[in-house]
């Protein structure tokens, strides 16, 4: 064989194979933590980790799990499987410690979230608030005024260019909480300078400043909703692996602690060829890629001979 045809040979052979393995498994190893945070479907770390309708608004960044919408990217401290929220506390949020100026809050409409049950405390309104409205209906919980008495003993309370405990007309409490029709929680059209959520009152609902703050959110499941797919991402987390997808078909993967990947589950997870049929067959049809194999084989041994 002519020597020169050598590395050709090899370059084709790469340049053929290399995508169908690249293809198969996320770029990133996917991760069953973020921080102190436990990591399950839905939810992923990175790009092929989880449900790919989540990725796009949920990525683990130094060891911080972050929920990003238009308005900004916010800190996930609180999730719950069982009942399908999760808790994020905004950097921009008030709090009884520390109370700031906040932009707007918002979700986009195409994910997988919504508003739950927070209560919203809107905070340096214009007073009075009883006479706020959204599309005509008044906005504010008058039965709740006792919770804008109670924050309003905190001293952070002067950070909004209020004086120490103000009047509680200029306190607003929010519940049930809607976003406008951008999806925001917009506070300047509401004449309000900032805005608490609480997310629980840690059983001292008259001391804020141990209530825990936070704004709930309601997620439903990902791209693999159907019965069948469920129970298949149930049973590879029960093996040990972690559910994920293949782009760019977005198929289901089981991401296994061996370093390699499945289609099922990692309970018998140790034939690192089998699984890779698996995983090329799911985008290119298998017998086709054997054909190919077979051909580059027999045409180096023709120009060997």
Sequence with gaps: MDSHLLPFIIFL???TFTPLLSSAAPATPCQSNCGSLQIKYPFGTSYGCGSPRFEPYIACKSNQLLLTTHTGSYLITAISYKDSTLTITPSAM????????????????ASPFQLGPSIFLLLSCTPPTSSLTIKGSPVCDSSSTHLCATIYTCPAVVNLGLPLFPPTNTCCVYSPANFNSKGELDLREMKCKGYASIASFQDSPTDPSKWMYGVTLKYTNGGFDDYYMNNKCNTCEDSGGICGYSP??????????????ATTDCYNNYNPVQDYEDLIGTSTSLSTQKIMLGLWVGLVFYIAA
């Design 248 to 261: 760019p078909t977005n198929s289901f993967l089981c991401i296994c602690n061996s370093g390699f990947n």
């Design 13 to 15: 052979i790469a340049v």
């Design 94 to 109: 008030s709090t009884c410690n520390s109370m700031q100026q906040s932009p707007n809050l918002g979700l986009d409409w």
